[in-house]
């Protein structure tokens, strides 16, 4: 049943958390990986797929899939 609710509908459009691109440390021998941040923070999020020292993908706080490590730039407008 379609809701009339615009917020509801709004939330429908979301898939969840969104997803982040990281830089994997380590992998942790539990079925976990150490990865980092852009910010610089460390956390530790499941799967083990990707090896240490690539990029990847983590959704909902697991590794999603490896992405090339592309140059990124900063321009001020």
Not at 7 to 15: G, S, V
Not at 16 to 22: D, I, S, Y
Not at 35 to 56: C, Y
Request: net charge positive; hydrophobic share 35%.
């Amino acid at each position: 049943m379609a809701t009339r609710n615009p917020w509801l509908k709004f939330k429908a459009l979301l898939q969840g958390e969104g997803r982040t691109v990281v830089t994997v440390i380590s992998n942790n021998t539990d079925g976990t990986s150490t990865v980092q941040l852009r910010s610089g923070e460390k956390i530790k999020v499941s799967g083990e797929q990707v090896k240490a020292g690539t990029k990847a993908i983590i959704m909902n706080g697991r590794i999603d899939y490896n992405v090339p490590n592309l140059p990124n730039s900063i321009v001020k407008v």
